[in-house]
């Protein structure tokens, strides 16, 4: 069974600072993709990235960008020039390719220090 | 805008109520949507999978009985919480995906936040 592990229960950075999310995961799929989520205290579910298993290129949106080591299972996120309104729970998340089931991690709080 | 829409936002209500939760896709028709559980400082847990004129798909661990699913549209989802009790206080989210777009993140809703006194 796939699996997500987010071992950072808590982060925190100052502001405009760098910070980096960790998150692998288990599978013995070859195609699947991964994504990050974003929610803050109003609970709403906020996509921030994502990324296809079968593209080497990292993904890149902005201030945030990952790190993807395909045979390692490691997906992490890091937030450039961190701002307060990145403060939020951030989840990693796994899909495989034949289904639309997300598995999530069980999340890392980011706290942002101005 | 929001892609997903959830009603209600809060419930707070007695034991032994039953609790309809609504999921609507406002501009695409879903044919499958998912409910997710989370509680406070945790994860979402996916419960079950709606599957529009069939029946639902539970997660193990889920009673069927008690969480009863119906999507009885392309754009409706809903989920009844049957007799309701305090353990069953929790966030529940659903979402949906657009059809033939493998390649991209479903949509959540906001989430309804239920409180069973």
């Known amino acids: 069974a796939q699996t997500v592990t987010q071992s950072q229960p808590e982060m925190s950075v100052q502001e405009a600072e760098t910070v980096t999310l960790s998150c692998t995961y288990d599978?013995?799929?070859?195609?699947?993709?991964l994504f990050w989520y974003k929610q803050p205290p109003s609970r709403q579910m906020i996509l921030v990235i994502r990324?296809?298993?079968?593209?080497?290129q990292n993904a890149t949106e902005n201030r945030f960008s990952v790190n993807f080591q395909k045979a390692a299972k490691s997906f992490s996120l890091k937030i450039s020039d961190s701002q307060l309104g990145d403060a939020a729970m951030y989840f990693c998340?796994?899909?495989?390719?034949?289904?639309?089931?997300?598995?999530f991690g069980t999340g890392t709080r980011l706290q942002v220090f101005p | 805008g929001a892609v997903v829409s959830q009603h209600p936002s809060r419930v707070i209500c007695k034991s032994g109520t039953s609790v309809k939760i609504e999921c609507r896709s406002l501009?695409?028709?879903?044919?499958?949507m998912f409910w997710y559980r989370q509680f406070p400082k945790q994860s979402l847990m996916l419960m079950a999978t709606?599957?529009?004129?069939?029946?639902?798909?539970?997660e193990q661990g889920v009673e069927k009985d008690k969480f009863l699913i119906n999507h009885a549209s392309l754009t409706l989802s809903t989920l009844t919480v049957t007799s309701a009790h305090p353990e069953d206080s929790s966030f529940y989210i659903c979402?949906?995906?657009?059809?033939?777009?493998?390649?991209?993140?479903?949509?959540f809703g906001d989430g309804t936040r239920l409180s069973i006194l």
């Open positions: 990324q296809e298993a079968y593209k080497q």
């Open positions: 979402s949906a995906r657009r059809p033939l777009t493998s390649n991209q993140p479903q949509h």
């Open positions: 599978t013995s799929e070859s195609d699947y993709y």
């Open positions: 998340a796994y899909r495989y390719d034949n289904t639309d089931k997300l598995i």
């Open positions: 709606s599957n529009e004129g069939s029946k639902a798909t539970y």
């Open positions: 501009d695409f028709q879903a044919t499958t």
